[in-house]
T-cell receptor, first 114, second 117 residues
Framework: EAQVTQNPRYLITVTGKKLTVTCSQN?????MSWYRQDPGLGLRQIYY???????DKGDVPEGYKVSRKEKRNFPLILESPSPNQTSLYFC?????????????FGSGTRLTVV | RKEVEQDPGPFNVPEGATVAFNCTYS??????FFWYRQDCRKEPKLLMS???SGNEDGRFTAQLNRASQYISLLIRDSKLSDSATYLC??????????????????FGQGTILTVHP
């Protein structure tokens, strides 16, 4: 089944403890992206990647890192999480760079930083 | 002004009703437009793309007005299963000097629809 898989689905962590949220897609998509969703603010892009080893900042990159060593994987790294990073996170991919292609989203990761 | 604005609702309608959502965007250079649907606590899913001539998919009709910079979604004969949040999504516009902004999609906050018996 074609899908984007995120793990974990739920995570509660403490301030400052490094964590990684994994994202993997099995559709050979070139373009991958991370979003966070907060009440009243909608979905905001954190980072995106147009292909292997090509990543760039989105609208809210502060406090996050990403890597794209393989086409299928695009992990999101929080080196020192803070409470303001409590949010619902979505990984998404689409076939190419071109926006006419619709996104396929992962099921989401609900992160709480205490 | 936000790049993409939607009336957050909520819209509460009876089954069988026709409901319309509007969305405005600020970047006149935007070129691609979409409607996504998001069920509670789940991931957004592409509902339909929006084309300049307008397009229809069953009970759903999407229209684009470039002059006024708004997009609409019309749902006819509403079903209970249509209850969800509807997200308006717009491509950021033409490429910048780095050629990367073209790929970005900007999401509206979403409009909540509840269809009741």
């Amino acid at each position: 089944e074609a899908q984007v898989t995120q793990n974990p689905r739920y995570l509660i962590t403490v301030t400052g403890k490094k964590l990684t949220v994994t994202c993997s897609q099995n559709m050979n998509h070139e373009y991958m992206s991370w979003y966070r969703q907060d009440p009243g603010l909608g979905l905001r892009q954190i980072y995106y990647s147009m292909n292997v080893e090509v990543t760039d900042k989105g609208d809210v990159p502060e406090g996050y890192k990403v890597s794209r060593k393989e086409k299928r994987n695009f992990p999101l790294i929080l080196e020192s999480p803070s409470p303001n990073q409590t949010s619902l996170y979505f990984c998404a991919s689409r076939p190419t760079f071109f926006p006419r292609d619709g996104y396929t989203f992962g099921s989401g990761t609900r992160l709480t930083v205490v | 002004r936000k790049e993409v604005e939607q009336d957050p609702g909520p819209f509460n309608v009876p089954e069988g009703a026709t409901v319309a959502f509007n969305c405005t965007y600020s970047n006149s250079a935007s070129q691609s437009f979409f409607w996504y649907r998001q069920d509670c606590r789940k991931e957004p899913k592409l509902l339909m793309s929006v084309y300049s001539s307008g397009n229809e998919d069953g009970r759903f009709t999407a229209q684009l007005n470039r002059a006024s910079q708004y997009i609409s979604l019309l749902i006819r004969d509403s079903k209970l299963s249509d209850s969800a949040t509807y997200l308006c999504v717009v491509n950021a516009g033409r490429a910048n000097a780095g050629g990367t902004s073209y790929g970005k999609l900007t999401f509206g906050q979403g409009t909540i629809l509840t269809v009741h018996p």
